[in-house]
């Protein structure tokens, strides 16, 4: 038998826990079929339709809202809030990512809290919001490879984050079966914890096909939340519907708790200055379903095409776009980030990288050093990973990460330049461009002499050309450039969760329009989809399999071979391609 047959043979008959194409994440939606070629013909259309599909979350908001484990959540998140408790969030990838903005949402509104209106209760509560990224924050970045893939990584992780009895952990994977992120929920109970679940497959399907998963949802000592609304609009990419349903619904829990913890200790007066207002929970699928009613706005549907025409031509130019923000510098980070493994877009380089290509969109705060604005984002200094060879072979790692342990350090992370360092790699083509975003108080409290202030310190970059991204409602202020308005005008509340909300789905909206308008989608399916882990591997092989009309078993070969092929004779520096693209362009050309 060959390595080829081999290997496939045995990700076919071994690795049946990662086979999940059951799964209602894993599925193509029926609204978005034909999405690419819609988009290819009209930008605007296929907007709408990648809107429509972030409808599919208010029935499930609506439910969640009014179930028992959502009110459990918020009672545990009160009880947490007194004791002085550790209330902590895991995730990997996109959840990953929505654990650290949800460390920073709250970490942020007690020190702002704080600062304005000097609450005592607040007095040392920033510091009990944690949260556990698959890989550390380092994978914020850059997608670890195959760390998803070990419940013993999440277990040391969760060890090291300090939780214990009488702390909360809430552990969020959409899928529901990532194995490090169960590894942080069994480990949190081994050290005496609380612990919630959140998924976004339905849990009794999970426990039925997956070992890993019933271990933990038939578990009598945690409480489940079913966040499951369908499947996404572009399918497996639970970056969008998915993580936007648990922002939605882990965010108001934490409103509501904050607000029912706080409210009986301040004046009326002090509430509306924090925007602490009481609100019934099911009031937000309400307030979500609205804010998807201003986001379908004509209006700001034809400002979304018009950017995402105006990425996609300078992509397709060989140009590079950097955007430029501060206070939701995070939420941008995380969307540009997400596009590498979901598109195989070159992912963020470190400064000393000179191989690697560059990527095509990058972040940056334009006043902040890198390690400022690292500090500036997360709220905290950064938590990253030391792991040595001893370590991971303690952890039963593979024998490639025991002989090669990954750099995830502090250091390491400092080495992306996500500052206001001038980075000659983004302002080395013609069609490089600047784009400034003003959203939430950048925009509602619009100040010259602050917003020049932020334009110099881009101009010393020396881009050739510059834009602006504008969120927030319509105002008679004249910039120069070019500008894509978004009329929107989220509502205030004590986390800024609608802003949060706002900025999340039009970023998302727009990448996934911009990939597909320059070919990085097939119908409604990720083509270039990475292949990092287990899980990804299935997804590639289904894709194959359903692009091609052939059989997940040679798909499942076809695929293997490319691997193959592609270690045999690995890419010239700067020609990324994903693994997937490459079996169905191989198919294709077959006599």
Request: charged share 20%; glycine share 4%; proline share 5%.
């Amino acid at each position: 038998m060959d390595n080829i047959t081999r290997d496939a043979t045995n990700f076919i008959l071994n690795e049946k826990e990662f086979h999940l194409g059951f799964l209602p994440t894993e599925q193509p939606h029926s609204t978005t079929k034909g999405l690419a070629e819609i988009i290819a013909h009209n930008l605007e259309e296929g907007i709408g339709l990648l809107q429509k599909v972030d409808t599919d979350i208010i029935a499930t908001a609506e439910r969640v809202s009014a179930s028992k484990e959502y009110t459990r959540l918020v009672a545990a998140l009160i009880t947490a809030l007194t004791n002085r408790k550790k209330i902590c969030f895991s995730g990997c990838g996109a959840t990953g990512r929505l654990a650290i903005l949800l460390e920073s949402m709250c970490r942020k509104f007690c020190r702002n809290a704080q600062k304005i209106s000097s609450i005592p209760l607040l007095q040392e509560r920033e510091n009990i919001f944690l949260s556990i990224m698959t890989g550390g924050d380092y994978a914020l970045v850059r997608s670890v490879e195959s760390f998803e893939d070990y419940e013993s990584f999440g277990r040391q992780q969760a060890r090291e984050s300090g939780i214990g009895t009488g702390d909360l952990l809430i552990a969020v994977t959409e899928g529901g079966e990532t194995s490090s992120v169960i590894g942080t929920a069994k480990e949190a109970l081994t050290l005496g914890a609380q612990v919630f679940f959140a998924c976004n497959n339905p849990p009794q399907l999970l426990a039925k096909h997956i070992e890993r998963s019933r271990q933990i949802i038939e578990d009598p000592r945690v409480t489940v939340l079913d966040l499951s609304s369908g499947p996404m609009a572009l399918a497996g990419s639970t970056r969008m519907q998915a993580t936007t349903s648990e922002l939605l619904l882990l965010g108001a829990a934490l409103e509501t708790a904050i607000t029912q913890f706080l409210h009986p200790h301040i004046s009326q007066k002090t509430s509306q200055t924090i925007h602490l207002t009481s609100i019934e929970p099911q009031r937000y699928a309400a307030d979500f379903a609205m804010l998807l009613n201003n986001l379908a706005n004509p209006k700001t549907v034809t400002a979304m095409a018009q950017w995402a025409e105006m990425e996609s031509s300078l992509y397709n130019a060989r140009g590079a776009i950097t955007y430029f923000n501060e206070e939701f510098l995070l939420d941008i980070f995380t969307d540009t980030t997400e596009r590498a493994p979901t598109f195989s877009w070159p992912p963020f380089r470190k400064y000393d990288d000179t191989l690697s290509p560059r990527p095509l969109a990058f972040a940056k705060n334009p006043l902040l050093s890198t390690p400022d604005t690292w500090n500036y984002m997360l709220k905290r200094e950064p938590r990253c990973l030391s792991w040595d060879s001893t370590l991971y072979k303690k952890l039963r790692a593979s024998e490639q990460i025991i002989a090669n342990p990954p750099s995830l350090t502090t250091t390491e992370l400092y080495k992306f330049l996500i500052g206001n360092e001038k980075d000659f790699s983004r302002i080395n083509s013609s069609h490089d461009t600047a784009i400034i975003v003003l959203a939430g108080k950048e925009w509602k409290e619009f100040h010259p002499f602050a917003f020049n202030k932020i334009l110099a310190s881009i101009n010393r970059m020396n881009f050739p050309s510059s834009h602006f991204i504008i969120i927030g409602e319509e105002k008679n202020i004249a910039l120069e450039g070019t500008c894509y308005h978004i009329p929107c005008d989220p509502k205030p509340s004590i986390l800024q969760l609608w802003e949060h909300l706002a900025i999340k789905i039009i970023f998302n909206t727009v990448s996934t329009a911009t990939a597909a308008k320059t070919g990085r989608v097939i119908n409604n399916w990720m083509a270039f989809v990475e292949t990092t882990n287990k899980k990804l591997i299935d997804r590639g092989t289904r894709l194959i399999s359903e692009l091609s009309g052939i059989s997940y078993e040679q798909a499942c070969w076809e695929l293997h071979k490319t691997f193959a092929l592609l270690k045999q004779n690995p890419m010239p520096e700067g020609k990324r391609i994903s693994p997937v693209a490459a079996t169905l362009k191989r198919i294709q050309q077959k006599p």
